[in-house]
C-alpha cells in the first residue's frame, strides 16, 4: 500500500460534535482493543495492518506492526508511514512525550502546519502516537488529522481514545503524565557522511550506517542499526564485462 493512499484516507473534514460516551472495538483478531466515541464505526481494514474508522466525514487511522515492540523504532515508523509531502515532516523543535498507558509504553506528539486549500491557506493539527503491545509483541500506530474547527471539537476525544489502546480482554488503567523526550526528529542527512577506501572504490556511507572491510572479493559489508547489509563485490573484468 501506498504512504499516500493511506494518508489519504485519513484526512478529517470534522463537523459532528463529539460527545464523551464510548464504544469499544475489538480486534478480529483479538490482538487489541480500543474505545472511540459513540457512534464511530470500523469502516475499513486492509490486511489486517490498517484500520479506518469513521463517523461521518471525521477519520482515525490505526496502523498494527506485528513483531515490534520497541517503542522508538515503533514512533519512527510511524511518522515515515503518516508524514512526507502532506502533511510535512514534523519540525525538528516538535515536542514529543513518553508516557505509560494501561501498563504500556507510549509515545506521542501533535503539531499544527499550513495546507492550501482553495486559494487560501488554513491551520491543520496531526496528532500521532504509537502504543507497544509487549505482550502481544506489536505495536499500534494511530493517527488523526484535524482542521481548525475538529481540533476545537476533537482533540480530547482523539487522545482519549489513543490512550485507550490496550491488549484484548485488558481493562483501562490510565496513563500517566507526559514526559518530554529528546528529540527525535534530527535529520540524519544533515550530518556529514563517512568515507571508506579502497585501492579498487570510495565510498561515501551514509549516517546511520557502518563499513566494515572485507577481504579477497568482498570489498566491504555497510551495515544499518535497523535495516539489512549491504555487501561490495569486485570482481575481474572478464568477456562478459
Do not use: C
Amino acid at each position: 500500500m501506498r504512504r499516500s493512499a493511506v494518508f489519504a484516507a485519513a484526512v478529517l473534514v470534522l463537523l459532528a460534535s463529539p460527545t464523551l460516551a464510548q464504544t469499544t472495538h475489538e480486534d478480529p483478531l483479538g490482538r487489541f482493543a480500543l474505545d472511540l466515541p459513540s457512534g464511530w464505526k470500523l469502516v475499513s481494514q486492509q490486511l489486517d495492518m490498517v484500520y479506518q474508522f469513521e463517523r461521518g466525514g471525521a477519520k482515525i487511522i490505526l496502523y498494527v506492526m506485528d513483531g515490534v515492540a520497541d517503542r522508538a523504532k515503533a514512533f519512527r515508523d510511524a511518522v515515515g508511514m503518516f508524514t512526507g509531502e502532506m502533511p510535512p515532516p514534523p519540525p525538528p523543535d516538535t515536542p514529543v512525550y513518553d508516557l505509560v498507558t494501561n501498563g504500556n509504553g507510549a509515545r506521542q506528539m501533535q503539531y499544527t502546519f499550513q495546507a492550501a486549500a482553495g486559494n487560501k491557506q488554513v491551520p491543520l493539527t496531526l496528532f500521532l502516537g504509537t502504543i507497544t503491545l509487549e505482550g502481544a509483541n506489536m505495536s499500534v500506530s494511530f493517527m488523526a488529522m484535524l482542521n481548525e474547527q475538529g481540533r476545537k471539537q476533537w482533540e480530547g476525544p482523539v487522545a482519549q481514545s489513543f490512550r485507550s489502546i490496550r491488549m484484548r480482554g485488558s481493562s483501562v488503567t490510565g496513563a500517566s503524565e507526559p514526559v518530554l523526550v529528546a528529540n527525535p526528529f534530527v535529520a540524519e542527512s544533515d550530518a556529514p557522511a563517512s568515507t571508506f577506501e579502497h585501492a579498487l572504490v570510495t565510498l561515501d556511507i551514509p549516517v546511520g550506517w557502518s563499513a566494515t572491510a572485507g577481504e579477497g572479493p568482498n570489498i566491504v559489508t555497510i551495515e544499518h542499526r535497523e535495516f539489512a547489509a549491504v555487501r561490495v563485490i569486485g570482481l575481474p573484468k572478464n568477456e562478459f564485462g
